[in-house]
């Protein structure tokens, strides 16, 4: 009877582990170190040219840095601000309305977690200044977390979550 019953799991998790694969498309690779690092250096430049976007041309530069696949979503303060990309777009629009400005700085703790040549977590603190319409300056501070996907020759962000320490 152990032995049926280790076949069995054997099995399930044969299926599971091929499933995986097949779900992807991709196998995940091992890197070598030069690879990581190249991973690495082009998300931190990708998150770079986020804030850099965001700060120059306001809200709106978040559509051209959020993935437009049905794989993306954002989470802030632990809700589900965009359940996929079509809501970002329509959020994006919206919050642009209400900004007259807005600063985004990532910290020096930014990190990059390589996964694959075309994927990375990234992590950061974060400070924005906001500075809505019709209200005085909003200052954030927070953590940052996602997935940078590398997709057609580009970085973008797969997935977002922001936490917000406080608002001042």
């Known amino acids: 009877m152990r032995t049926c019953v280790c076949v069995v799991l054997l099995v399930i998790l044969s299926f599971g582990a091929a499933g995986g694969q097949a779900a992807t ?24 040219t986020v804030a ?6 306001g809200p709106s530069a978040w559509r051209k840095h959020f993935s437009d696949s049905p794989a993306f979503f954002m989470v802030n303060d632990g809700q589900m601000a965009f359940p996929d990309s079509a809501a970002a777009m329509k959020g994006i629009h919206d919050f642009a ?34 500075e809505p319409v019709s209200s005085k300056p909003l200052q954030v501070r927070g953590f940052f977390t996602g997935v940078a996907e590398l997709r057609d020759g580009r ?11 406080h608002a001042e």
Do not use: C
């Open 25 to 48: 498309g991709v196998a995940a690779q091992p890197m070598n170190a030069a690879e990581a690092a190249r991973v690495d250096g082009a998300v931190r430049t990708f998150m770079a």
């Open 52 to 57: 850099h976007d965001v700060t120059q041309d």
């Open 97 to 130: 309305a209400t900004i007259k400005s807005i600063r985004l700085e990532w910290g020096s703790d930014l990190r990059v977690d390589p996964l694959t040549a075309n994927f990375a977590v990234v992590a950061s603190s974060y400070f924005e200044l906001q």
């Open 155 to 165: 970085w973008q962000l797969r997935d977002a979550h922001w936490s917000s320490v």
